[in-house]
């Protein structure tokens, strides 16, 4: 019978850290802080299908600001008086949710009251886009009231949603509707690289913070941009 040999290896911090980096199966995750929006370019591909590039070009009015995201925005901006502010945010949601619950939840948020599918769908109509179509509504309550943008893509809902406080509204909701038809849809190439990058190199997006004074909207693009956190 062989002899027993007892193998001891102590484990130090150092030796327990690479032993689990080795063992790992996940994708090493960098973070990349890029000076231009303070957005943050994860390299992990996990992330990226999580994350998506966004596929679109617009025309951005000189009177909006980037503002901070929340957990289901990819992109925010904000415009109006500073007493009574409009936010302005992109989301994404899966196609199969269909249109009246987002009309629903809508309604619920400006103090209306919920109604059902065919009476909620009076509140949208048909908006097109420059190279395509989609939903917009108009919810107004007592003292708020939401637009929103729904434009199908594949198995997503991209939605471009406008809420304030209803004075606000009145002079401010004419812009997002523009800002919508304005919206240009760029399918976008696999992703090859970590550095974010416009799919429309003759089109290069400006500055969101520098309009320029000879124009009323500023070229921007959305191409490619990743979500920005808090």
Known sequence: MLPQIKLQIPLTAGTLLLFLAGCSDEPALRHYVVARENERDLTSDLLRREFPPIPFQWELPKTWTLASNDQFSLRAWKTGPPANP?????GQFPIRTGIPPHITRWRRQVGLDSTDDDTAMKDVKALKTQNGAGSYAAIKGKTESIFAFILPIESQFWIFRFKSANIT????????????QSLTYVKPPPIKSHANRSLNPSRPPQSESQPTSEQTAT???GVGASAEGN
């Open 86 to 90: 409009a936010r302005i945010t992109l």
């Open 169 to 180: 509204a009145e002079t401010e909701s004419e812009f997002f509707r523009k800002f919508c």
């Open 219 to 221: 070229p921007e693009s």
